[in-house]
């Protein structure tokens, strides 16, 4: 069964500082990983889709790379702004589930001003 | 363009009493889904459609059922809500997912289910 591991599951940034966020996922059979942004109260914003043939995925100060073999991705963010606080969700879709979306628990982020 | 939008936005239930969440999206996608979110856990999949008149089973199906009559509709229904349903209720839909051609999901804003 593929299980989606976020780590650290919390983590408190300064301002302007650059961090980088970590998603495991056991098995590798995978068709696309993908990066969410979710702010209090409200639904999910894609960030970053990688499909299992690509290594990495950028837009705009974010960068989202993809090892397949190894079950990892990380998602790292440039700059970091107070904007950027939120909880952040990586997904796996697994080859064996087809249409489903595999969610690690997320790991929610605060910039300090 | 409203993208995909729910209701109602918040819900209290008592413990056997039945409700249905609605889900509509205007973007003509074929695919939609049910999640629910749960502290620590992240979004399971309850029920997911590939298209007007079909439904499939999730990973957490049971005590949950689905009807999509219309391609821009998925209704959530809870026969008979117990305490263990307390949770955030999320709709998305997407494009066709056939691989190698994959398609984000896009997300409603939610739905705060609370079961006394």
């Known amino acids: 069964k593929q299980e989606v591991t976020q780590i650290p599951a919390a983590l408190s940034v300064p301002e302007g500082e650059n961090l980088v966020l970590n998603c495991s996922f056991t098995d590798s059979a995978i068709y696309n990983l993908q990066w969410f942004r979710q702010d209090p109260g409200k639904g999910l914003t894609s960030l970053l889709l990688i499909q299992s043939s690509q290594r990495e995925q950028t837009s705009g100060r974010l960068n989202a790379s993809l090892d397949k073999s190894s079950g990892r991705s990380t998602l790292y963010i440039a700059a970091s702004q107070p904007g950027d606080s939120a909880t952040y969700l990586c997904?796996?879709?697994?080859?064996?589930?087809?249409?489903?979306?595999?969610f690690g628990a997320g790991t929610i982020l605060r910039v300090k001003s | 363009n409203a993208g995909v939008t729910q209701t109602p936005k918040f819900r209290v239930l008592k413990t056997g009493q039945s409700m249905t969440l609605l889900c509509a999206q205007d973007m003509n996608h074929e695919y939609m889904y049910w999640y629910r979110q749960d502290p620590g856990m992240g979004l399971r999949l309850i029920h997911y459609?590939?298209?007007?008149?079909?439904?499939a089973k999730g990973e957490v199906p049971d005590g949950y059922n689905v009807s999509r009559l219309k391609k821009q509709n998925f209704l959530l229904g809870l026969e008979s809500a117990a305490p263990s349903q307390t949770s955030v209720y999320f709709c998305?839909?997407?494009?066709?997912?056939?691989?190698?051609?994959?398609?984000?999901?896009?997300f409603g804003p939610g739905t705060r289910l609370t079961v006394t």
């Open positions: 997904a796996v879709r697994p080859e064996e589930y087809g249409n489903k979306l595999v």
């Open positions: 998305a839909s997407s494009y066709s997912t056939l691989f190698p051609v994959d398609y984000e999901q896009y």
């Open positions: 459609s590939v298209g007007e008149g079909t439904t």
